[in-house]
């Protein structure tokens, strides 16, 4: 097949027993349809379609996955173009982008600001932002559904766009496990990308916190904020035990139930709620993962503190739609 035969979507995915990248890259095309190639791959990504500059040469490439959770990580290099206003045909999702090569500004929607080399920019998809790089640039783009990180943030539709700077802090941390993540891509499968996928939303949601941002208070002051993620941290270190309880976790919080139930409301949660919510998730992901293919069902609803098999098929399909044998099915079928 000669390049001018060639269209962006032959860029498919492998068969999905091979779970590696799919790659794209514009000198495979004639000149003349190399622009068009590239505003169809980040249709494909789903990012903005913006018009790539006219000067020539220009260059695009980019080499994708998609995780187990369904999380898109996508390195790409490319000429000087700008990215920005929204898709609105994209599902709801979580983006993030990390400048790891060029130079770049921003726009949240309130003002422009420069990015360094190693800062992570996020937002919703839906709103508007900007993102001007003005010199040949490498930027690693993750989209990630928000099923997959909504249950972790304490007020999930308060989430706007920002930028964490990776001089300092918690930001230095998370921008570093997501540039490795980059250079590593290439060589990666899926299932490789479970451990950062699930460190991925641990650091955004850690991140926010300690930023301040609204999504992760729920409206309340930034050091309830921050004890109800340490609260959240603990239950997560306790979810396989079937009695664990409100008071349970207070003790080990060193604080009183009443007070604890306090902590929770403030933010629009309950305990309860929030416990089941955590259990479901993580028997979900284990039902997806090879590593757990011998469980039953029932051995990993147990694995996760749930005391019966028919109340925790019930409580997963309110849920996710649909029973955890036929989500197990599905998972398998696509693997």
């Given at each position: 097949m000669s390049a001018a035969d060639q269209t962006p979507l032959r860029e498919k995915p492998p068969p999905a027993e091979a779970m590696t990248a799919w790659r794209f890259s514009t000198v495979d095309y004639p000149k003349p349809d190399r622009r068009r190639a590239w505003r169809e791959v980040l249709t494909r990504l789903r990012l903005p379609?913006?018009?790539?500059?006219?000067?020539e040469p220009f260059k695009g490439e980019v080499s994708c996955i998609v995780s187990p959770l369904g999380m898109d990580f996508a390195v790409m290099s490319a000429s000087p173009q700008a990215i920005s206003g929204r898709n609105p045909n994209q599902p709801a999702a979580v983006w993030l982008?990390?400048?790891?090569?060029?130079?770049?500004?921003f726009f949240d929607g309130e003002a422009t600001v420069d990015v360094d080399v190693g800062d992570i920019l996020y937002g919703p998809s839906g709103m508007n932002a900007a993102l001007s790089l003005t010199t040949p640039f490498r930027l690693l783009f993750i989209n990630a559904p928000r099923v997959?990180?909504?249950?972790r943030l304490i007020a999930p539709l308060s989430l706007k766009v920002g930028r964490l700077p990776s001089a300092r802090g918690l930001g230095h941390v998370f921008s570093g496990l997501l540039r490795a993540?980059?250079?590593?891509?290439?060589?990666?499968?899926?299932?490789?990308?479970?451990p950062i996928e699930l460190a991925l939303t641990e650091f955004l949601v850690a991140n926010l916190a300690a930023e301040g941002a609204p999504a992760s208070r729920g409206g309340a002051g930034a050091a309830?904020?921050?004890?109800?993620?340490?609260?959240?941290?603990?239950?997560?270190?306790?979810?396989?035990?079937?009695?664990?309880?409100?008071?349970?976790v207070a003790e080990a919080d060193g604080i009183s139930a009443r007070s604890l139930q306090k902590l929770f409301a403030a933010a629009g949660q309950n305990f309860s709620t929030y416990l089941r919510l955590r259990r479901l998730e993580r028997c979900r992901l284990d039902l997806t993962s090879p590593m757990f293919g011998s469980l039953s069902i029932s051995e990993i609803c147990f694995r996760w503190g749930f005391n019966g098999s028919a109340h925790f098929s019930r409580a997963f399909k309110d849920r996710y739609g649909v029973?955890?044998?036929?989500?197990?099915?599905?998972?398998?079928?696509r693997a």
């Amino acid at each position: 097949m000669s390049a001018a035969d060639q269209t962006p979507l032959r860029e498919k995915p492998p068969p999905a027993e091979a779970m590696t990248a799919w790659r794209f890259s514009t000198v495979d095309y004639p000149k003349p349809d190399r622009r068009r190639a590239w505003r169809e791959v980040l249709t494909r990504l789903r990012l903005p379609p913006g018009e790539p500059p006219e000067q020539e040469p220009f260059k695009g490439e980019v080499s994708c996955i998609v995780s187990p959770l369904g999380m898109d990580f996508a390195v790409m290099s490319a000429s000087p173009q700008a990215i920005s206003g929204r898709n609105p045909n994209q599902p709801a999702a979580v983006w993030l982008a990390v400048l790891l090569r060029g130079e770049a500004t921003f726009f949240d929607g309130e003002a422009t600001v420069d990015v360094d080399v190693g800062d992570i920019l996020y937002g919703p998809s839906g709103m508007n932002a900007a993102l001007s790089l003005t010199t040949p640039f490498r930027l690693l783009f993750i989209n990630a559904p928000r099923v997959a990180l909504d249950h972790r943030l304490i007020a999930p539709l308060s989430l706007k766009v920002g930028r964490l700077p990776s001089a300092r802090g918690l930001g230095h941390v998370f921008s570093g496990l997501l540039r490795a993540t980059a250079d590593a891509l290439g060589e990666m499968t899926s299932e490789q990308l479970r451990p950062i996928e699930l460190a991925l939303t641990e650091f955004l949601v850690a991140n926010l916190a300690a930023e301040g941002a609204p999504a992760s208070r729920g409206g309340a002051g930034a050091a309830r904020a921050a004890h109800l993620h340490r609260v959240c941290q603990t239950i997560e270190t306790m979810l396989a035990d079937p009695e664990l309880t409100l008071e349970k976790v207070a003790e080990a919080d060193g604080i009183s139930a009443r007070s604890l139930q306090k902590l929770f409301a403030a933010a629009g949660q309950n305990f309860s709620t929030y416990l089941r919510l955590r259990r479901l998730e993580r028997c979900r992901l284990d039902l997806t993962s090879p590593m757990f293919g011998s469980l039953s069902i029932s051995e990993i609803c147990f694995r996760w503190g749930f005391n019966g098999s028919a109340h925790f098929s019930r409580a997963f399909k309110d849920r996710y739609g649909v029973s955890p044998r036929d989500y197990r099915k599905g998972q398998t079928a696509r693997a």
